[in-house]
């Protein structure tokens, strides 16, 4: 089991550039996570996907961010234009969809800064 | 209310202590309760879930589970340096009143340093 797997680890970016993000969900899983982590906000919701269908993106910031899942193995989130405010630690999990007992398993995230 | 608020830390215990970590919420037909500890730089990993009121004992780890209360906690028996970390305690919330859609929604966390 390779576990969630996100690319790039780190990315560092001046203001105004695109920044895209990846993830690969654990095989079978059907639903997918992205959050955001900060020290002053804890771990943010951003956006969630059941079975490639996004179900809630109440927490996406601005329409600065999007995020796509074209297929059950692969999403990506994408900033553009990046402000320095959009470092953080963003954070993909997956689970099964609809199982209320399912925990969310983590990748190991990637460390954004925008200078 | 916060819909999940846990006691802000950090801890500090010595070792061999125990170390007890508190989680109240607020959505009363939450069924899913879970507990991720999480190193500097480092993931969120699963330590503990909990889906029945009382206790569940997995090693040195005890989730206990008062959905009367809305509390559910975290105990550390023996505590070692190894499990300094933030813990964050996560609930599976109704995403809008009377509805059927859950998300799981994360504490804040507690930072919890283990002195040798």
């Known amino acids: 089991d390779a576990g969630v797997i996100q690319s790039p680890r780190h990315e560092v970016t001046e203001m105004g550039q695109e920044v895209t993000l990846r993830c690969k969900p654990i095989s079978g899983h059907n639903s997918l996570f992205w959050y955001r982590q900060t020290m002053m906000r804890g771990l943010e919701l951003l956006i969630y996907f059941n079975n490639n269908v996004p179900i809630d993106d109440s927490g996406m910031p601005e329409d600065r961010f999007s995020a796509k899942m074209p297929n059950a193995s692969f999403s990506t989130l994408k900033i553009q234009p990046s402000e320095p405010r959009d470092s953080a630690v963003y954070f993909c999990?997956?689970?099964?969809?609809?199982?209320?007992?399912?925990?969310?398993?983590f990748g190991n995230g990637t460390r954004l800064t925008v200078t | 209310q916060k819909e999940v608020e846990q006691n802000s830390g950090p801890l500090s215990v010595p070792e061999g202590a125990i170390a007890s970590l508190n989680c109240t919420y607020s959505d009363r037909v939450s069924q899913s309760f879970f507990w991720y500890r999480q190193y500097s730089g480092k993931s969120p990993e699963l330590i503990m879930s909990?889906?029945?009121?009382g206790d569940k004992e997995d090693g040195r780890f005890t989730a206990q589970l008062n959905k009367a209360s809305q509390y559910v906690s975290l105990l550390i028996r023996d505590s070692q340096p190894s499990d300094s970390a933030t813990y964050l305690c996560a609930v599976n919330i109704r995403k809008n009143s009377g509805g059927s859609n859950y998300k799981l929604t994360f504490g804040k966390g507690t930072l919890l340093t283990v002195n040798p």
């Open positions: 999990a997956s689970s099964f969809a609809d199982r209320i007992f399912s925990p969310l398993h």
């Open positions: 909990i889906y029945s009121n």
